[in-house]
């Protein structure tokens, strides 16, 4: 298509903006978009087009329209498989974060090429379902030298890269934890810090606590990384608590909630995101949205994109399971999964349809986006512009 052109003839438009149409989803019936060199110039009724808008024109058919998912947690760099993790978890044995260094062996002995190529193939596939921004962390490399690797790599694919060396102890340090946190703190940052925007700590039983967690962030800070804390899953603990202390701008998973944690998540701009896909393949309680969303806190969802505890890249399936199972109403979970991860990755230019925008638009097959949740499983994308630029088929 060309740099400028109309998406006409649409059944319900997603805008996120309620200044433009009703309710959380500023949603628009019967409405036209307009796009000029890969933004969104206006969006409105299809009654009041503006004359002359551009030059070519889409007809969407009655369908729904909504903005390409952000997905604001996702790791991405990786190499091998747990199926057996997962098959054997389903028969019984429950999830625990030891999982993690089985993936790490894998990733130090895979090559560039080999995990430049599962990158692409994730991030190809998240496109495929509706995502436009997609987050990615390091953390199955563990060294120097394969987290600096691992975040080189997500970084030919998105803007938004994180330094995870922090998500379990390694092999080689499990006698002397103290030991790893020095390095990832200290050298293992000062080669990563270059190649990442944001950083993260698995602030959790058999990962980190309140303490290495909370040196390793305020090192990150110091280099200009913003924090992130996977916080909550596997049970209760400070990592909230912390992310809030610090300004991190999320607070993952966030399963396991006490009162001050909600509070605190409540009168913060942290984000708390949550992650069902992991909930789901670990067969672990649900967060409880609802109690989140009636405190005041704003909330994301992600897919949690990782080889162990969430194998999915699918945003529609995580906003399925939100709704039916986290307590969100279909129009919460839609906004979640595209302005609250934008909010997440404290981003302006995505997760929206309205002027100014980025025009990451996702064109449904179906007349309205309660249909992500009412037909679970479905593939709904029918298209998908990025920047203004069709990509699929």
């Keep these: 298509m060309s740099d400028s052109f109309l998406i006409d003839n649409i059944g319900s438009l997603v805008t996120n903006d ?28 299809r009654s009041r087009i ?58 130090r002995a895979a090559t560039d090429d080999e995990l ?4 692409r193939r994730l991030v190809a596939e998240a496109l495929r379902s509706g995502t436009t921004t997609v987050e990615c962390k390091s953390g199955y490399g563990l060294t120097v030298e394969d987290e600096a690797r691992s975040l080189r790599l997500a970084g030919e694919r998105t803007d938004e890269v994180t330094y995870l060396g922090a998500h379990v102890v390694p092999p080689e340090y499990a006698e002397k934890p103290d030991a790893y946190v020095d390095l ?46 996977h916080a909550g899953q596997l049970g209760p603990g400070p990592g909230v608590a912390i992310a809030v202390e610090l300004g991190a701008a999320s607070a993952d998973h966030v399963t396991h909630l006490s009162d001050a944690d909600v509070e605190a998540l409540a009168s913060s701009e942290t984000v708390a995101t949550l992650l069902p896909g992991a909930e789901f393949s670990t067969r672990s309680p649900y967060p409880d949205a609802r109690r989140l969303l009636d405190a005041g806190a704003t909330v994301a969802l992600a897919a949690d994109c990782n080889p162990g505890s969430s194998y999915t890249t699918n945003i529609p399936f995580c906003i399925a399971l939100a709704v039916r199972d986290m307590n969100m109403t279909p129009a919460e ?48 994308v029918a298209q998908v512009w990025q920047n203004g630029t069709p990509r699929l088929p």
């Design 116 to 119: 430049r190529a599962n990158v």
């Design 184 to 229: 990832v703190r200290g050298e293992m940052l000062d080669a990563c810090a270059p190649h990442a925007r944001w950083i993260d700590v698995f602030c959790d039983r058999g990962a980190f606590d309140g303490d290495q967690t909370r040196a390793i962030l305020a090192a990150g800070k110091e280099r200009g990384l913003v924090p992130r804390v």
């Design 50 to 107: 503006p004359e002359g808008a551009a030059r070519e024109r889409f007809d969407a058919g009655g369908r729904a329209v909504v903005p390409g998912f952000v997905d604001s947690h996702a790791h991405l760099v990786f190499a091998g498989d747990r199926t057996r993790e997962f098959e054997a978890r389903m028969s019984g044995r429950p999830y625990t974060a030891g999982g993690i260094r089985t993936t790490v062996a894998a990733t």
């Design 333 to 380: 979970a839609v906004w979640a999964a595209t302005m609250g991860g934008a909010r997440a990755l404290r981003r302006t230019d995505v997760g929206r349809l309205s002027p100014g925008a980025r025009a990451d638009v996702v064109l449904l097959d179906a007349p309205s986006p309660v249909h992500l949740s009412y037909r679970p499983g479905v593939p709904l």
């Design 18 to 45: 309620p200044a433009l149409g009703e309710g959380i989803l500023g949603l628009v019936e019967d409405a036209a978009l307009v796009v000029e060199d890969g933004l969104v110039t206006w969006a409105g009724p």
